[in-house]
């Protein structure tokens, strides 16, 4: 099982990067999957999370308004448009695979409740 992230790269306050997130090896679209972040030092942080059929979302209050998560199922995959980037969003981003099922809303905010992640994409925002 693979989970892959794409489109991560250096971009100026205000830009804007859409973040993929490709899995392989199983079907995840019966599953809730989310977007973390971590900076060197610090525990990795939550930043948007999305129920399996899309019909729930949620969002760390930092990139509220800024950032949209969104999947398709058809592709096995998850994206996160990410706009109006600040340099305190640089960061790697992972994205990341729930097996558990708790509803068409569910959806964690916790990265323990995660059971698969990908490898990670680098963005950097500069000001």
């Known amino acids: 099982v693979q989970l892959v992230e794409s489109g991560g790269g250096l971009v100026q306050a205000g830009g804007s990067l859409r973040l993929s997130c490709a899995a392989s090896g199983r079907t995840f679209s019966s599953h809730a999957m989310g977007w973390f972040r971590q900076t060197p030092g610090k525990e990795r942080d939550f930043v948007a999370a999305?129920?399996?059929?899309?019909?729930?979302?949620g969002y760390a209050d930092s990139v509220k308004g800024r950032f949209t998560i969104s999947r398709d199922n058809a592709k096995n995959a998850i994206y996160l448009q990410m706009n109006s980037l600040k340099p305190e969003d640089t960061a790697v981003y992972y994205c990341?695979?729930?097996?558990?099922?708790?509803?068409?809303?569910?959806?964690?905010?916790?990265?323990?409740?995660?059971?698969?992640w990908g490898q990670g994409t680098q963005v950097t925002v500069s000001s």
């Open positions: 999305i129920s399996w059929n899309g019909g729930s979302t």
């Open positions: 990341a695979a729930d097996l558990t099922y708790d509803g068409p809303t569910y959806y964690s905010t916790r990265s323990g409740e995660y059971h698969y």
